[in-house]
């Protein structure tokens, strides 16, 4: 099969917003899967960030996380600027890492105003040591454990309760503290009872879930929090689920929440933050159509402030946690193409020299990825091909019947939209060192994440002493 290639990418920057769709019906379909500052140049060269893909794999190896500054800065403008634009009341975006933490990522996501969404003590310590303010992290988790929650109460960060386990731990932590000082500051995470279409995995608002408390719980679970003077709870939060395109779920958890907010104001509970979670999905492949960040947001915002009015109760801080539609579409993973096997008339594989280990998602969510290849951008595409990983199983298929330009090794396959949920679910299987990932701004190019090395892959390793010295490979 022949045809043109999708990626005419000499889109200006400003042409091209993510999260927008497609509004020049000529526009290649690439162009919404690359981050923003995706160009061609020399006829047949990617560059992201003003820099070529293919210097970058030189300079820094492959796999390569290439992260484009721009695009994840102009995500977290477009959600600040459209609560701004929408809500009246108070907001507060928070950056749900769980999609990529790292140091740098927190890092720019903080210095455009975004708070941080942490699920763990780990990530907790990473946005702190990327210098982000206490105050604006808040701590997810099904299973928070008590030195995760005495971290999040002592450093004075949020910590979105879970379960009544959780509650109860805190407390106890609190009393046998006696520290007037330590008050933890906190959320009630409700389930919401709420279904969306989405991969069964990463649904979280239907009641079967193992998040959050279950709605019969309501009165309960005020009465008890509204008798605990030592704690401070400040608010409530659900969350859905995750890659949603629906916009009516969102406008019904936002109804729900201000109902579950009137109710708490009937025991007491002078509740001042509404969190409505993440879940925006983004677009993967072309068929997809998620709306964009200002479409999902105006909804919430009008729907809470109609039930507010309708409640008569004060507009509530609001919060939301995106990830994906933040982060994935800012980031490529370019790879060198390796072997092929031609199986005639029934598949071409062509490997990579990454896979499973630096995404996870095809294997875990049969995900679906496009890819380019960074060195033949403007090549006719005139193969369907299978793009295997490395990895020794079977199932370590990168993405199935893609449609490239004749590659041969030492060609860069570059697979869109990986920001999110890559790096952040990558793992050593086969011992795979873990790959390196730069962040690209105006043609320069700075190392975020170094390649793990051999060494690495051993530093945790204990050979116990009486396995030392054996004489190895001698028993049949
Ligand atoms: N808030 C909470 C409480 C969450 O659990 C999540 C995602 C988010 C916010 C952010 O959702 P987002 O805006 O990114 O959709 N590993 C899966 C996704 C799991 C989502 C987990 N929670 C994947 O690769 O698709």
């Given at each position: 099969?022949v045809?043109?290639?999708?990626?005419?990418?000499?889109?200006?920057?400003?042409?091209?917003?993510?999260?927008?769709?497609?509004?020049?019906?000529?526009?290649?379909?690439?162009?919404?899967?690359?981050?923003?500052?995706?160009?061609?140049?020399?006829?047949?060269?990617?560059?992201?960030?003003?820099?070529?893909?293919?210097?970058?794999v030189?300079?820094f190896?492959?796999?390569?996380?290439?992260?484009?500054?721009?695009?994840?800065r102009?995500g977290?403008?477009?959600?600040?600027?459209?609560?701004?634009?929408y809500?009246?009341?108070?907001?507060?975006?928070?950056?749900?890492?769980?999609?990529?933490?790292?140091?740098?990522?927190?890092?720019?996501?903080?210095?455009?105003?975004?708070?941080?969404?942490v699920?763990?003590?780990?990530?907790?310590?990473?946005?702190?040591?990327?210098?982000?303010?206490?105050?604006?992290?808040?701590?997810?988790?099904?299973n928070?454990?008590?030195?995760?929650?005495?971290?999040?109460?002592?450093?004075?960060?949020?910590?979105?309760?879970?379960?009544?386990?959780?509650?109860r731990?805190?407390?106890?932590?609190?009393?046998?503290?006696?520290?007037?000082?330590?008050?933890?500051?906190?959320?009630?995470?409700?389930?919401?009872g709420?279904?969306?279409?989405?991969?069964?995995?990463?649904?979280?608002?239907?009641?079967d879930?193992?998040?959050?408390?279950?709605?019969?719980?309501?009165?309960?679970?005020?009465?008890?929090?509204s008798?605990?003077?030592?704690?401070?709870?400040?608010?409530?939060?659900?969350?859905?689920?995750?890659?949603?395109?629906?916009?009516?779920?969102?406008?019904?958890?936002?109804?729900?929440?201000?109902?579950?907010?009137?109710?708490?104001?009937?025991?007491?509970?002078?509740?001042?933050?509404?969190?409505?979670g993440?879940?925006?999905?983004?677009?993967y492949?072309?068929?997809d159509?998620?709306?964009?960040?200002?479409?999902?947001?105006?909804?919430?915002c009008?729907?809470?402030?109609?039930?507010?009015?309708?409640?008569?109760?004060?507009?509530?801080?609001?919060?939301?946690?995106p990830?994906?539609?933040?982060?994935?579409?800012?980031?490529v993973?370019?790879?060198?193409?390796?072997?092929?096997?031609?199986?005639?008339?029934?598949?071409?594989?062509?490997?990579?020299?990454?896979?499973?280990?630096?995404?996870?998602?095809?294997?875990?969510?049969?995900?679906?990825?496009?890819?380019?290849?960074?060195?033949?951008?403007?090549?006719?595409?005139?193969?369907?091909?299978?793009?295997?990983?490395?990895?020794?199983?079977?199932?370590?298929?990168?993405?199935?019947?893609a449609?490239?330009?004749?590659?041969?090794?030492g060609?860069?396959?570059?697979?869109?939209?990986?920001?999110?949920?890559?790096?952040?679910?990558?793992?050593?299987?086969?011992?795979?060192?873990?790959?390196?990932?730069?962040?690209?701004?105006?043609?320069?190019?700075?190392?975020?994440?170094?390649?793990?090395?051999?060494?690495?892959?051993?530093?945790q390793?204990r050979?116990?002493?009486?396995?030392?010295?054996?004489?190895?490979?001698?028993?049949?």
């Amino acid at each position: 099969m022949v045809s043109t290639h999708p990626t005419g990418v000499k889109h200006s920057g400003s042409q091209y917003l993510p999260q927008r769709r497609s509004s020049n019906a000529n526009s290649s379909p690439n162009q919404e899967l690359l981050p923003l500052t995706a160009r061609v140049h020399n006829h047949d060269f990617l560059e992201i960030g003003g820099c070529d893909v293919t210097t970058l794999v030189k300079q820094f190896g492959s796999p390569l996380y290439i992260l484009d500054e721009e695009t994840l800065r102009l995500g977290c403008q477009q959600y600040r600027d459209a609560f701004k634009q929408y809500y009246k009341g108070e907001s507060q975006v928070l950056y749900a890492s769980k999609a990529w933490n790292c140091l740098a990522v927190c890092a720019i996501a903080a210095s455009e105003g975004l708070g941080i969404d942490v699920a763990s003590g780990g990530e907790l310590y990473t946005a702190l040591q990327a210098g982000v303010n206490p105050e604006k992290i808040y701590l997810h988790s099904n299973n928070k454990s008590r030195e995760e929650l005495i971290f999040a109460t002592e450093v004075g960060c949020t910590i979105v309760v879970d379960n009544w386990h959780e509650l109860r731990t805190l407390v106890e932590i609190v009393e046998t503290a006696n520290s007037p000082d330590l008050q933890p500051r906190f959320l009630l995470r409700l389930t919401p009872g709420i279904e969306c279409h989405t991969h069964e995995y990463i649904r979280t608002g239907q009641l079967d879930s193992k998040f959050g408390f279950h709605p019969n719980e309501l009165e309960e679970l005020f009465t008890f929090v509204s008798k605990q003077s030592v704690l401070n709870c400040v608010g409530l939060h659900a969350h859905i689920g995750s890659q949603i395109f629906e916009r009516q779920p969102h406008r019904d958890l936002a109804a729900l929440m201000v109902q579950w907010f009137s109710n708490a104001a009937k025991y007491g509970l002078n509740l001042t933050e509404l969190n409505v979670g993440g879940g925006l999905g983004i677009k993967y492949i072309e068929s997809d159509d998620p709306p964009s960040i200002e479409e999902w947001v105006k909804p919430i915002c009008e729907v809470i402030q109609e039930a507010c009015v309708a409640e008569n109760l004060p507009l509530p801080k609001l919060l939301c946690e995106p990830g994906r539609s933040l982060i994935a579409t800012a980031c490529v993973t370019a790879y060198t193409i390796g072997s092929s096997k031609v199986i005639p008339e029934i598949r071409t594989y062509i490997a990579i020299d990454g896979g499973m280990s630096d995404n996870p998602r095809p294997i875990t969510y049969q995900s679906v990825y496009r890819a380019v290849v960074a060195n033949k951008m403007s090549s006719e595409l005139t193969q369907t091909v299978t793009i295997a990983g490395k990895h020794c199983e079977s199932g370590d298929i990168l993405i199935k019947d893609a449609l490239l330009p004749k590659t041969e090794p030492g060609d860069i396959l570059v697979v869109m939209g990986t920001g999110a949920y890559n790096y952040s679910m990558a793992s050593n299987y086969n011992r795979l060192p873990r790959s390196a990932a730069v962040v690209v701004a105006n043609g320069e190019a700075n190392l975020i994440l170094q390649r793990e090395t051999y060494q690495d892959l051993i530093r945790q390793d204990r050979l116990p002493q009486r396995l030392k010295n054996q004489e190895l490979g001698v028993k049949s």
